[in-house]
């Protein structure tokens, strides 16, 4: 799991610095901007499929640790 | 699908499909949020505050990808992420309003208090945020399409190839959202069991 968030990290900071790199003071048709911004609607659902990938993740940690507390209901360790 | 040819927007006004519905999904939830809220009150239960509060949560999570995309959007449209619009600001300020109602949340202990009073900010919440982001933005100039007139029906926004593929998303992202919302109950509701359950052990 932390291996696999580690390297969910590393590929959002490696695409972040790209499109930092893409950015330049003149807007010229380079990076987000080539082949009429169509990279930019790219980009944007990719935020969305993101921001859903990460709720699902939140929401996979809520579920287990509902499924600890049973698992500890029904074999009490203590 | 053919889109209108317009200037500086080109091919980026296809993120239309994606910004637009998450404001109508968080709009739609933070409604169905408020309604439970108003029930609540009305006549308190555990059901209707697990309802109230996973609605809210979920429209949070929309408020912020649209707040994202329109990020992006603007960078490339206006110049840069962030302009300090009226929209954009007025969007800011209620998410940061609902975002404080998980903090009321989270700093009162007992469970039909917490209830209680967060419905009641719920409230507060839910009409701070519609003038917030519907008519302050529309009162004065902004950047964002709708400042002066109704951008729903506006012919120059919006025309019928587009709308074609908009109201579908639309209708589908707020599905998804109820769908999250109820899954989220679900779950809140079986913790509140696991718990209630711990009580009766200890006493």
Do not use: C
């Amino acid at each position: 799991m932390k291996k696999l968030i580690s390297s969910l990290l590393g590929l959002v900071l490696m695409a972040l610095s790209l499109s930092a790199n893409a950015q330049s003071d003149v807007p010229m048709a380079d990076g987000l901007r080539s082949e009429g911004k169509i990279y930019v609607v790219v980009a944007i659902i990719l935020i969305v499929l993101a921001g859903l990938i990460v709720y699902l993740f939140l929401m996979d940690r809520k579920v287990k640790k509902l499924e600890d507390l049973l698992a500890e209901k029904n074999h009490p360790t203590k | 699908m053919d889109v209108p040819r317009l200037n500086i927007l080109n091919e980026t006004i296809r993120a239309l499909y994606f910004h637009v519905p998450m404001w109508f999904g968080m709009v739609t939830l933070f409604s169905i949020s408020v309604y439970y809220s108003i029930l609540y009150l009305r006549k308190p239960s555990p059901e209707l505050d697990r309802k109230a509060v996973e609605s809210a949560n979920v429209g949070l999570v929309f408020g912020i990808l649209g707040m994202l995309t329109g990020m992006l959007w603007a960078n490339y449209a206006w110049g840069s992420f962030w302009h300090g619009d009226p929209k954009q600001n007025g969007a800011a300020i209620a998410l940061l309003v609902y975002l404080a109602y998980f903090i009321l949340r989270g700093s009162v202990e007992n469970d039909e208090q917490k209830a209680r009073l967060s419905a009641v900010y719920n409230i507060f919440a839910f009409a701070a945020m519609i003038p917030l982001i519907f008519i302050i933005p529309r009162l004065t100039s902004s950047l964002h399409p709708g400042s002066g007139g109704n951008p729903g029906f506006n012919m120059y926004d919006l025309d019928n190839r587009m709308r074609m593929v908009f109201y579908p998303a639309v209708i589908g992202w707020i599905l998804v959202g109820i769908w999250v919302t109820t899954l989220r109950v679900r779950m809140r509701a079986i913790e509140d069991k696991i718990h209630d359950l711990e009580d009766e052990k200890t006493h």
